[in-house]
């Protein structure tokens, strides 16, 4: 062997020595995608009277190593296009797209999806079915919903087997779009409790609908027992569309929903629920979720690294 043959080799072989443990990582880190939710610098912006340009929101999320961003209706700056309107589409997947980041998911309320009027119902499917369109336009995987409003009227039965109704043919509407559909619950709705998610589940009888795993939210609907992931396990990791990361002190933020904090600063035991997703094989996008966080940069920072820990222990 030549000596320049053999320096090629060498040094071939240092770069693929020097190569492994970052391919290493990129294989953990492909697990998940990371992504910070909207919801937490529109809560964070009217209710501490702070301001954040998107730009601003955007250059933080693309410098710190998240892939995406979850949309939250009606911020920053109005309601989002229909999908049919595809100058105004493409102008918004622009924005995303010189960030580097995607466009993962959507939230929208449906308070209409368990409506005693059966019209109000099939207006909700529309307005899901348009968001949904939305979504897949704009290269995303998922369509969150959140159900809340008051019973008008109808018993708790009723609610229940009306909003499994919708949803179950909300989740065949993303199914049909390759799109994953997941609802969260939450204490300030008529839908509150652990019983109450394992019964809209049963009642909708759609594999294609998930719940969103947002550890305040269990820990408060199990008790605020500090460990959200043993009802996580309760209902099946398999059930999971995605994760909306957050800790909690198991309170309410003056009266209204969880009480979310930083990761980290709560008793939610967040690397549990973590390692507790990875060995149960859940694969998707985790989200940080600052709702009404004071500063939710920290939030999401501190959220970014309670991730990048759990995957690098793998």
């Given amino acids: 062997m030549k000596r320049r043959e053999l320096m090629h080799l060498v040094a071939g072989a240092a770069a693929l020595a020097a190569a492994l443990p970052l391919m290493a990582e990129g294989r953990k880190q492909a697990a998940w995608k990371t992504a910070i939710g909207l919801n937490g610098f529109g809560s964070s912006s009217w209710k501490y009277k702070k301001t954040y340009p998107i730009w601003e929101v955007l250059d933080y999320a693309s410098r710190t190593g998240f892939d995406g961003i979850e949309l939250m209706m009606n911020w920053p700056m109005g309601g989002y296009p229909l999908p049919d309107e595809t100058a105004r589409v493409a102008a918004l997947k622009r924005l995303y797209d010189a960030y580097g980041l995607r466009i993962f998911s959507l939230q929208m309320g449906a308070g209409g999806a368990f409506a005693p009027d059966a019209d109000a119902r099939k207006t909700f499917l529309e307005d899901f079915r348009n968001r949904a369109k939305l979504i897949k336009a704009l290269g995303g995987d998922c369509v969150g919903m959140w159900p809340g409003g008051p019973l008008k009227g109808q018993t708790h039965e009723e609610a229940v087997r009306h909003v499994a109704g919708s949803f179950r043919e909300a989740a065949r509407i993303g199914r049909d779009l390759g799109l994953v559909t997941a609802f969260e619950i939450e204490p ?127």
Avoid at 191 to 204: G, P, S, Y
Avoid at 307 to 314: K, N, V
Wanted: with cysteine; aromatic share 8%; proline share 5%.
């Fill in 188 to 314: 300030p709705f008529i839908f509150n409790t652990e019983e109450h998610m394992k019964r809209i589940l049963a009642e909708a009888d759609e594999p294609a609908l998930k719940v969103i795993y947002d550890p305040s939210q269990f820990d408060l609907l199990s008790g605020s027992t500090g460990r959200p992931d043993q009802m996580l396990t309760r209902i099946g990791i398999d059930r999971v569309g995605y994760v909306q990361l957050t800790d909690i002190d198991g309170t309410l933020r003056d009266g209204g929903t969880a009480k979310h904090l930083a990761c980290g600063e709560g008793h939610a035991h967040v690397d549990i629920s973590l390692a507790t997703l990875l060995k149960g094989g859940f694969r998707g996008w985790v989200c940080i979720d600052a709702w009404e966080i004071p500063d939710p940069y920290d939030a999401c920072t501190k959220g970014k690294q309670a991730i990048d820990h759990a995957l690098a222990g793998a």
